[in-house]
């Protein structure tokens, strides 16, 4: 069974950047089984996806987030990370890293498009 | 931007039926993408409940259900339990936002 572990500073400054990693254990980022995935709540709130990618390095941003954010993958560490620049009040937020099914059909991989296993989640606050 | 409309609230007495519904639009549940479902229970992170169509990860019983219907998805509870008492999403893909899509949430109150 797959573990992930969020990990990275609990307090940012404005206009800084934002950045998280996750590490997955129980299992290889580097599998064609699976997707990882970003996504963030913020206090009180409902879910918002952010980002996801595969372990080729391809990747899948949400268009409202895209001009500030990058995903990466380190194969070697087991690990997927987030950086979101430019950070304001209103990314202050829960950080998920999630596994996100998928499937290979003739060549071809893609994305179920949900979540199956969950870290448990960071609390990242933008202040100053 | 929450595209998915889910109503804020929802509650029942132990042992009924509660479901909750899930509007969308012909961009994301309209246009045949997958709703998946997601209970989150209060200071912890959403757990899978249902994906695709109707199926239940391994330990979801079976008292949790979802059904779909042109533009609109549903969960259903049968049997409510306290231990039910948490909030609920849920999720699918939108092709006008190119992204994947949260519904609002729905807190289930069990009386």
């Known amino acids: 069974q797959l573990q992930l572990q969020e990990s990275g500073p609990g307090l940012v400054r404005p206009s800084e950047t934002l950045s998280l990693t996750c590490t997955v254990s129980?299992?290889?980022?580097?599998?064609?089984?699976?997707?990882w995935g970003w996504i963030r709540q913020p206090p009180g709130k409902g879910l918002e996806w952010i980002g996801t990618?595969?372990?080729?390095?391809?990747?899948y941003y949400n268009p409202s987030l895209k001009s500030r954010l990058t995903i990466s993958v380190d194969t070697s560490r087991n690990q997927f990370s987030l950086r979101l620049s430019s950070v304001t009040a209103a990314d202050s937020a829960v950080y998920y890293c999630?596994?996100?099914?998928?499937?290979?059909?003739?060549?071809?991989?893609?994305?179920?498009?949900?979540?199956?296993?969950w870290g448990q989640g960071t609390l990242v606050t933008v202040s100053s | 931007q929450s595209v998915l409309t889910q109503p804020p609230s929802v509650s029942g007495a132990p042992g009924q039926r509660v479901t909750i519904s899930c509007t969308g639009s012909?961009?994301?549940?309209?246009?045949?993408?997958?709703i998946h479902w997601y209970q989150q229970l209060p200071g912890t992170a959403p757990k899978l409940l249902i994906y695709?169509?109707?199926n239940r990860p391994s330990g979801v019983p079976d008292r949790f259900s979802d059904s779909k219907s042109g533009t609109s998805a549903s969960l259903a509870i049968s049997g409510l339990q306290a231990e039910d008492e948490a909030d609920y999403y849920c999720?699918?893909?939108?092709?006008?936002?190119?992204?994947?899509?949260f519904g609002t949430g729905t807190k289930v109150t069990v009386l």
């Open positions: 999630a596994s996100e099914v998928g499937s290979c059909s003739g060549g071809s991989c893609y994305s179920k498009y949900y979540f199956d296993y």
């Open positions: 129980g299992g290889s980022i580097s599998t064609s089984s699976y997707y």
């Open positions: 990618i595969y372990y080729s390095g391809s990747t």
């Open positions: 012909r961009s994301n549940i309209g246009a045949g993408y997958d």
């Open positions: 695709g169509n109707n």
């Open positions: 999720q699918s893909y939108d092709s006008s936002l190119s992204g994947y899509v």
